[in-house]
């Protein structure tokens, strides 16, 4: 989420899901996306990658969208990235991305779903954000020749890979699907939402001031009811969830989690207790790296160290980076 975005964004979703219960009727708009290119360094948390990003918008996850890369035997599927609301590929895995790829993976991410008039991508549609992912799934098979491959969505990204894969038939082209911080059944906000969605005409309200995308995750939306009915996974694909007991925007934090047949997931504080990282440090908090690579191919990848990470870790920082 780059600049101002982060910080509207927080507030934004608690309004999307104070207002959740309301429907969004509107029929999906149009948003555009692109494929980031130019070269740009490692960050070591949010606030870094976002004030990059801020001045350099075609900024690439390092070591990723490389489309002569060829996979390796050990690991022969591509990995495609999923970014959240307000952001882009770059600012959510500007960490992620180069660890995968020194591993030895091919790693592609895509800036999908700028609404008409936004600043920021992942704005707009999720539906029409799944297509645009789905064709750049399509594309990354052609060009590696891969057959298949894994899928890392943060937050929002989440959704909208799991909408292709669900919805769009997209899953015969994924194997693994591992979604973190993932508002799979959306956000209460500590139990206001039902409250404020009385309100009539709510919801459109929010989208107007912020986003389309932001009233689709909240707990009860016309897409997430859409999404998890008749179940929330489909044959073929292996889902994990990776979520957090502290995060800040998905409440109840169980919300993160699938019921649907085979699906595993996992909850930080589970494997490391002292670990109290929150939604927005999930992609750059090195415990929660190294587990993603595990569910990626844990055969040959153990978790990272256990450390006390603090909560709240990254917050400030991030909204000073929003509004100076």
């Not at 309004?15 to 692109?34: D, F, I, N």
């Not at 943060?154 to 973190?180: C, E, H, K, M």
């Not at 090195?286 to 153990?302: K, W």
Request: hydrophobic residues 40%.
């Amino acid at each position: 989420m780059a600049g101002g975005g982060r910080t509207s964004a927080v507030l934004a979703v608690a309004c999307a899901a104070l207002l959740g219960a309301v429907p969004a009727t509107a029929e999906p708009t149009g948003s555009t996306a692109s494929v980031p290119r130019a070269p740009a360094p490692p960050a070591t948390s949010s606030a870094e990658a976002s004030a990059y990003a801020e001045s350099h918008p075609d900024a690439a996850p390092p070591g990723s969208n490389d489309f002569s890369c060829i996979p390796s035997a050990q690991h022969p599927r591509p990995v495609v990235l999923a970014h959240g609301t307000d952001s882009n590929s770059y600012t959510d895995f500007a960490a992620l991305a180069p660890l995968l790829e020194d591993s030895g993976w091919c790693v592609y991410g895509l800036n999908f779903g700028k609404a008409p008039g936004a600043d920021d991508y992942g704005t707009g549609d999720i539906r029409v954000s799944a297509r645009q992912f789905g064709d750049f799934v399509d594309t990354v098979r052609a060009e590696t020749g891969a057959a298949a491959v894994d899928v890392v969505g943060f937050s929002q990204g989440a959704t909208v890979s799991r909408y292709y894969i669900n919805r769009l038939g997209g899953a015969p082209a994924v194997d693994r699907w591992i979604g973190v911080a993932s508002p799979s059944y959306g956000g209460t906000f500590y139990g206001l939402g039902p409250i404020a969605g009385q309100i009539p005409g709510a919801s459109d309200v929010i989208a107007d001031e912020f986003s389309v995308a932001l009233v689709q995750q909240a707990q009860g939306s016309e897409l997430l009811t859409e999404l998890n009915n008749p179940t929330d996974t489909v044959p073929g694909v292996e889902y994990t969830t990776i979520g957090t007991r502290v995060d800040e925007v998905i409440q109840p934090p169980s919300n993160v989690a699938l019921h649907g047949p085979g699906a595993v997931n996992l909850v930080i504080q589970d494997l490391c207790p002292d670990n109290l990282t929150g939604h927005f440090n999930m992609p750059y908090d090195n415990f929660s790296l190294a587990l993603i690579r595990q569910t990626l191919d844990p055969d040959t990848y153990g978790l990272g160290p256990c450390v006390p990470v603090a909560l709240g870790t990254g917050i400030p920082e991030v909204i000073l980076e929003s509004n100076f």
